[in-house]
């Protein structure tokens, strides 16, 4: 089982929708948890920290639950500056400067 | 800009050329890693540096050789590489790899190497 699973899409979704990524994640002690974007040939930038109470950053909404080692994003009235790959990046086992990152979801957002 | 950088962006080298791969961090972080993005693959951590020492070589071979000189430089050595090493190579770097919650890291642009 891969570390941390995600879907690879691509996700075809028009201006203004709602769309959401899954997450799992196999390793129980892992402490904690960011969604990265990456642009088409750069280098991954961190969009949010996901916590256990749930977080908002404007149009973005992130949860994580624990009990069943899933995490999601939610992008509501997607914009076409949307499009990218997102990375669903938890922390090894009682080793926080190791990042374990999944291969990805593309979404890709037309007009 | 995100404060880290690489040279070169771009690098296409023969099996049997010896090179280096730089980073550079401005932003008075303590710790520094080397990252391998092949394509279609999750990002692999190849090496962690924490004030200057290296913590972490994640089985790496052994024609990759990393070198910190001090906090805010990094570099990684090629020596015979092989075409299967050919990927994007990103350096990031984060303030306190010690804290108990996840630090952030910050990640430099990356070298795209071609080996031929």
């Known amino acids: 089982r891969k570390e941390v699973e995600q879907d690879p899409g691509p996700f075809n979704v028009p201006e203004g929708a709602t769309v959401a990524f899954n997450c799992t994640y196999s390793n129980s002690a892992s402490q904690s948890f960011f969604w990265y974007r990456q642009d088409c040939r750069k280098e991954p930038k961190l969009l949010m920290s996901v916590y256990s109470s749930g977080n908002e950053d404007g149009r973005f909404t992130a949860q994580l639950n624990r009990a069943s080692q899933y995490i999601s994003l939610l992008i509501r009235d997607s914009k076409l500056s949307d499009s990218a790959t997102y990375l669903c990046v938890v922390t090894a086992e009682y080793n926080t400067d190791k990042l374990i990152f999944g291969t990805g979801t593309r979404l890709q957002v037309f007009p | 800009e995100t404060g880290v950088t690489q040279t070169p962006r771009h690098l296409v080298m023969g099996m049997t050329n010896k090179k280096s791969l730089k980073c550079e961090q401005h932003?008075?972080?303590?710790?520094m890693y080397w990252y391998k993005q092949s394509a279609k693959k999750p990002l692999e951590l190849m090496f962690v540096y924490s004030l200057e020492e290296r913590v972490e070589n994640n089985s790496v071979p052994s024609r990759f050789s990393p070198e910190c000189p001090n906090s805010s430089h990094l570099f990684l050595h090629l020596h015979t590489l092989q075409p299967e090493d050919s990927a994007l190579y990103l350096c990031?770097?984060?303030?306190?790899?010690?804290?108990?919650?996840?630090?952030?890291?910050?990640f430099g642009p990356g070298t795209r190497l071609t080996v031929l």
């Open positions: 932003l008075g972080h303590n710790a």
């Open positions: 990031a770097s984060s303030q306190d790899p010690y804290r108990d919650s996840g630090d952030t890291q910050y």
